[in-house]
């Protein structure tokens, strides 16, 4: 029960810092430096708010980082280990911050019960991780909903590393909905879909309609392989959604991200959007 009460403002605080983009942590992959996409001390709630309380609280706290502090790990002998946590002290009076990290001391004591020797092994933090490096090719401004360049995936069980998988990642020249923020937008919505509006009499006396599209699915190459099309205002019509599903498959290329194995139609799944049936 202790641990489920830690756990709700732990959920609480991870909504909060979730609504901006979140600085990841740092780890260590065969000497290499990469960011780490995610915080693995929150999988135990005990030990997160345990370092909390260490830390000074008149720390430096972002918005890119609500917890103010970055754990610092590596991976040496497929083994997960937690090698420092650093924070931001800042000096009112000449209004400079200085970077710090925790005592080895208290650092030890937290986490007395995975200390091995004169390390911490990360034995509470089980899953995958994601590590990367490079330039970003996708971005949300949230949480950790970005991609980069370069990203490695690493299979955790309990704090053994079980798998990696590194992928080089990229995206290609094409068109995706979340380009339509600019004036002549619907010229362009037009030229790909050229509808017949003859064939809907349900909407002649309308201005516009707003359609959805979802489950977005793309090749290689650039071709929609498939999609949901879904029309929310005025009134659902079968035939007209699978005419603009229609549309959009047969239109070419679409902008093509590569992410860890997949290809995906960001910009272009989940995108809501208007259709005006008369030019302005």
């Known amino acids: ?5 830690l756990c709700i403002p732990l959920m609480l605080l991870a909504l909060c810092a979730y609504a901006t983009g979140q600085a990841g942590d740092v ?54 280990y937690l090698d420092s946590v650093r924070y931001e002290d800042y000096y009112p009076d000449v209004e400079v ?18 200390s091995t020797g004169n390390r911490i092994e990360a034995s509470w933090v089980t899953g995958k991780l994601r ?10 401004h949230t949480g950790y909903e970005r991609n980069y360049e370069t990203e490695t995936i690493l299979d955790i069980n309990h704090g053994k590393v079980a798998g990696t998988k590194t992928y080089n990642n ?29 064939r809907y009499p349900e909407l002649a006396n309308v201005k ?27 009134e659902a019509n079968s035939q007209l959604a699978k005419d603009i ?11 093509v991200y590569f992410v860890n194995g997949e290809y995906r139609a960001y910009g272009t799944e989940n995108w809501t959007m208007p259709y005006f049936l008369h030019a302005n």
């Open 131 to 140: 590590a990367a490096k490079g330039q970003v090719i996708y971005y949300q």
């Open 208 to 234: 516009r309609f707003i359609f959805k599209v979802k489950r977005a699915r793309v090749d290689e190459k650039g071709n929609l392989l498939e999609c949901d099309v879904e029309i929310i205002k005025p």
């Open 245 to 255: 599903a229609d549309a959009l498959k047969a239109y070419h290329p679409w902008k």
């Open 97 to 114: 911050f200085v970077n710090k990290s925790i005592p080895s001391g208290t650092l030890f004591r937290i986490f007395n019960r995975f």
């Open 27 to 80: 780890i260590y992959i065969n000497g290499k430096r990469m960011e780490l996409l995610g915080t693995p001390i929150y999988q135990d709630s005990v030990l997160y708010h345990a370092l909390k309380d260490a830390l000074p609280s008149d720390r430096s706290i972002t918005s890119s980082n609500w917890d103010g502090f970055t754990a610092y790990w590596s991976i040496d002998g497929n083994k997960l």
């Open 1 to 5: 029960m202790k641990r489920l009460l």
């Open 170 to 198: 990229y995206v290609s020249d094409g068109f995706s909905f979340d380009q339509l923020q600019h004036k002549g937008a619907q010229d362009t919505l037009r030229k790909i879909l050229p509808l017949h509006f003859e």
